[in-house]
Antibody
Framework: EEQLAESGGGLVQPGGSLRIACAAS????????MDWVRQAPGKGLEWVGRTRNRINSDTTDYAASVKGRFIISRDDSKNSLYLQMNSLKTDDTAVYYC??????????????????????WGKGTTVTVSS | SSELTQDPAVSVALGQTVRITCQGD??????ASWFQQKPGQAPVIVIY???KWPSGFPDRFSGSSSRNTASLTITGAQAEDEADYYC??????????FGGGTKLTVL
């Protein structure tokens, strides 16, 4: 069974740093794009960022709200995804979800088109930024 | 604009049909996914690639799209369908964007 388990959440002061992790099991982690999505208390879902897979050089994208402060990394040997959060603000208080993207391939003549969707979600870890 | 707009709340009588919509320019070129979230739980995918549903999920959920609008239709709504529903898609730069969510109440 595919599973994602987040850990490392907690209370941190404004301006501080925290690293949260996601342990993956039940699928070939290194093959997949992975994302972080967050949800502030009583609010909707907000995409934080993603890391592509090894074939795509583990490149990353970030939402404008966290770019320059958060860093996503992965360790395929440990089937783990990480989110390093720096210069934390009270607005960063949220449940952080680890998400596996699933790819859909469509043949187009001699080529193949790929699209993605957020197929598997972890249960989340809570990060509270407060003094 | 890369924003997705959803109605904040929708209600449906038990056993009736309800449509939840999601509007945004990104939907003209990228298909939508829909997620169900119940209180205290993580979101769960209910529709992907615009109109496909994961194996094991009830087929009373269906998806469709037209121009800049994606829709999630629940045919014969059940009490257990009461939840928040979110749409998402990728914008022109490949970044993910979510709608603000729709709270569905089953009366």
């Amino acid at each position: 069974e595919e599973q994602l388990a987040e850990s490392g959440g907690g209370l941190v002061q404004p301006g501080g740093s925290l690293r949260i992790a996601c342990a993956a099991s039940g699928f070939t982690f290194s093959d997949h794009y992975m994302d972080w999505v967050r949800q502030a208390p009583g609010k909707g879902l907000e995409w934080v960022g993603r890391t592509r897979n090894r074939i795509n050089s583990d490149t990353t994208d970030y939402a404008a709200s966290v770019k320059g402060r958060f860093i996503i990394s992965r360790d395929d040997s440990k089937n783990s995804l990480y989110l390093q959060m720096n210069s934390l603000k009270t607005d960063d208080t949220a449940v952080y979800y680890c998400v596996r993207e699933i790819s859909i391939s469509r043949p187009r003549g001699l080529f193949v088109d790929y699209s993605y969707y957020m197929g598997v979600w972890g249960k989340g870890t809570t990060v509270t930024v407060s003094s | 604009s890369s924003e997705l707009t959803q109605d904040p709340a929708v209600s449906v009588a038990l056993g009736q049909t309800v449509r939840i919509t999601c509007q945004g320019d990104s939907l003209r070129s990228s298909s939508a996914s829909w997620f169900q979230q119940k209180p205290g739980q993580a979101p769960v995918i209910v529709i992907y690639d615009g109109n496909k549903w994961p194996s094991g999920f009830p087929d009373r959920f269906s998806g469709s799209s037209s121009r800049n609008t994606a829709s999630l239709t629940i045919t014969g709504a059940q009490a257990e369908d009461e939840a928040d529903y979110y749409c998402n898609t990728q914008d022109s730069s490949g970044k993910w964007v979510f709608g603000g969510g729709t709270k569905l109440t089953v009366l």
